[in-house]
């Protein structure tokens, strides 16, 4: 590991844009994520416009939909 020097980060992503960066990164609508995780379509938009806290529990619901961690951001 001596030979490897760690990655620099570029951009600042919020957690809003990393759900909207997944949900279209697997083509999914809000609409379709709603329906795959029961979670309301307006709740969606107003996680992914920073009006409304993600939480650990929706994280969870969230990232098994697009088969992604819950850490992913």
């Known amino acids: 590991m001596k030979n490897y020097r760690p990655a620099?980060?570029?951009v600042e992503v919020s957690v809003g844009e990393s759900v909207r960066i997944l949900r279209e990164?697997?083509?999914?609508?809000q609409s379709q994520l709603s329906e795959l995780t029961g979670i309301p379509q307006a709740t969606i938009s107003a996680i992914e416009n920073g009006r409304v806290n993600l939480g650990v529990e929706r994280a969870k619901v969230l990232a098994r939909a697009p088969k992604c961690?819950?850490?992913?951001?």
């Not at 990164?25 to 609508?29: F, M, N």
């Open 8 to 10: 620099r980060k570029r």
């Open 25 to 29: 990164l697997q083509e999914l609508s």
């Open 69 to 73: 961690h819950p850490a992913a951001r």
